[in-house]
């Protein structure tokens, strides 16, 4: 509860502030009204705001702070996924180079308008195809004598999205396309400018579902976590339940990637801190990860797009430089499973 009324005390706040400043009461009015409006009752009699005002909150901020905790949500709970898969605490999507292969996918997309058949669906589909490949070939190359070890897992990771990042560039030069190739250089960064309300509903589905069926599965990703040999033991299907997982780490890495870009950190930072607070059960990890990403979101794309107002800097440029010390850190203290082999 207390993180829930967090999520929406931060969402206020950064529907509030901005290049011109509005009421906190003036946005859940316009919110309020909205919502009655759509449910067919007429609130125009309580109408006490501007035009301007209008549009700031409900058709720019407000779909863009909700896609902000939507991501943020989804992100997190692929960290806490991927690292309960691995038995590894430095396991995240951006550093293993999921987020990196859903790149790919949505910018041939974009580029080359490939996957065409998928109609407004396009961009998510090429973006799961290419996190679902990306994650197949990470988990193959840290494999040693059928256990996946740390070490190798982080290098493999690094390597392959090194070379999914030049793919990316290289189909971004050659589009043809200047001012395509301007904006998806802009969008490999990670941004939510320009979200519309059309853009959260399919993430909004694939992250409800998700959640809903890793819940599900949540004493089996307690027993992965315990390591390969106790999850046998207590009858769970580890090569069944990581082809599964491995499905969903990429339907959720790859939809959030395709309304956001390529966002990093989140899923190393937030699965750490929620263990910290709530342990490892993940039946309390992954709503309390959720809530983490989705307010940690928030707040980072408040910071970059009023720090150095009026030009907005990439969500994913914040992410960084908050993760890197922070995977610095981790490599530094890591200790427990994270140095050995899952």
């Known amino acids: 509860m207390l993180l829930a009324a967090l999520l929406a005390f931060s969402i206020t706040i950064a529907v509030t ?3 011109v ?3 906190p009461s003036t946005v859940w009015r316009i919110a309020g009204a909205q919502v009655l409006q759509r449910l067919g009752a007429d609130p125009a009699a309580a109408h006490t705001w501007s035009v301007q005002q209008f549009q700031i909150v409900w058709m720019i901020r407000m779909p863009r702070v909700l896609l902000a905790a939507l991501v943020g949500a989804g992100l997190a709970v692929v960290g806490v996924v991927m690292q309960a898969m691995v038995r590894n605490p430095l396991a995240d999507p951006y550093l ?3 987020s990196s292969g859903a790149s790919v996918g949505a910018v ?4 080359y308008g490939s996957l065409a058949a998928a109609g407004a669906y396009a961009l998510t589909a090429g973006a799961f195809a290419g996190a679902l490949a990306a994650t197949l070939v990470v988990y193959a190359l840290a494999h040693v004598r059928g256990r996946i070890h740390a070490t190798r897992l982080i290098l493999s990771g690094v390597a392959v999205g090194y070379v999914l990042v030049g793919i990316t560039s ?4 050659t589009s043809g396309q200047r001012e395509l190739a301007a904006a998806l250089m802009t969008w490999t960064l990670g941004t939510l400018a320009g979200t519309e309300w059309g853009e959260l509903g ?3 589905l694939v992250l409800a579902a998700s959640i809903a069926w890793l819940l599900l599965q949540a004493r089996a990703l307690n027993a992965l976590g315990g390591g390969e040999e106790t999850a046998v033991t207590l009858g769970v299907n580890t090569h069944d339940l990581r082809r599964r ?9 790859g939809t959030m990637v395709a309304v956001s870009g390529a966002i990093g950190f989140i899923g190393l930072v937030i699965p750490h801190m929620t263990r910290m607070l709530v342990g490892s059960n993940h039946r309390r990890v992954l709503p309390v990860a959720a809530l983490g990403g989705a307010i940690f979101l928030v707040l980072v794309d408040l910071l970059a797009r009023t720090w150095l107002a009026p030009t907005e800097i990439p969500a994913g440029v914040v992410t960084s430089l ?3 010390p922070f995977f610095v850190w981790m490599l530094v203290r890591n200790t427990g499973f994270g140095g050995h082999a899952a």
């Open 322 to 324: 908050i993760g890197g």
């Open 108 to 111: 041939s997309v974009l580029a």
């Open 21 to 23: 400043h509005i009421a």
């Open 96 to 98: 293993l180079g999921v």
């Open 170 to 173: 290289l189909i971004t030069l």
């Open 17 to 19: 502030w901005g290049s």
């Open 202 to 204: 399919l993430p909004t």
């Open 245 to 253: 997982l491995f499905v969903v780490v990429s339907l959720l890495t």
